[in-house]
């Protein structure tokens, strides 16, 4: 069976750290997969924060996450801090990726990537709703970055 590949792009529009708290560490004393999940989430909120939103109000409008995929490159432990790294690419009408990797500050290693598809919903009518174009422009990945 063909395993998952996750294309990263050249640039990243944010990043931020997050510790590793013994919380996330399974039995196999390294970081666990379902917590992995919950740091991307976490990540992803503190990009929406950095632009400007909310989660809950892009302009006026909320995201669902529609799905998301990982690849898990190396273990993580207990007191390391991973460095995440996010952008949106792939636009169409409702949504995008958002394209993501965590690395170890402290050497480097990549840990994992991955990308969560989000779709933007306009929660007072309960339907999806086009990205709004100033989403766009601030997430925009200048080439003179």
Known sequence: ????????PDRFVFATEIPLYIGHINY???LDNAALLALVSEARVRFFKAIGYTELDVEGLGIIVADAAVQYLAEAFHGDVLVFEM???????????????ATAKGDGRAVARGKTGI??????ARKPAPVPTAFVERTAVRADA
């Open 1 to 8: 069976m063909p395993r998952i590949r996750i294309d990263l």
């Open 28 to 30: 196999g004393h390294h």
């Open 87 to 101: 952008t949106p690419v792939d636009f169409n009408k409702y949504g995008c990726d958002l394209v993501w990797r």
């Open 119 to 124: 779709l933007f919903f306009d929660y007072a």
